[in-house]
């Protein structure tokens, strides 16, 4: 089993940028295509974007793409979200999750792809 565990969300004003990061622990995460997903209150589950086994491909949400960055550093078994140029419509519970590859070049776009997930963290971004 693969524990997954968020942190760096807090409060940030519009314009402004956080990195949240991803730990695994249990077992590596080499084998597997890692991203996030975002839920705000009364809202479904989102993508926001997903990285390949090795960190060479990725794929964003068009209302993310430009803004966020995926990368990844498996040696430390972490996968990170840098945000950018923060909106409020940003606000959500941001949580990881891994997909185990399917190809060299594998990233997911729906949560039912995935087998593991983080328990989220929030981010608030105020006008």
């Known amino acids: 089993q693969v524990q997954l565990v968020e942190s760096g969300g807090g409060l940030v004003q519009a314009g402004g940028s956080l990195r949240l990061s991803c730990a695994a622990s249990?077992?590596?995460?080499?084998?597997?295509?890692m991203g996030w997903f975002r839920q705000a209150p009364g809202k479904e589950r989102e993508f926001v974007g997903a990285i390949n086994w090795n960190g060479g491909y990725t794929y964003y949400a068009d209302s993310v793409k430009g803004r966020f960055t995926i990368s990844r550093d498996n040696a430390k078994n972490t996968v990170y979200l840098q945000m950018n140029s923060l909106k409020p419509e940003d606000t959500a519970v941001y949580s990881c999750?891994?997909?185990?590859?399917?190809?060299?070049?594998?990233?997911?776009?729906?949560?039912?792809?995935?087998?593991?997930w983080g328990q989220g963290t929030q981010v608030t971004v105020s006008s």
């Open positions: 999750a891994g997909a185990y590859s399917r190809s060299y070049y594998y990233t997911f776009r729906a949560s039912n792809e995935c087998d593991y």
């Open positions: 249990g077992r590596t995460l080499s084998s597997y295509a």
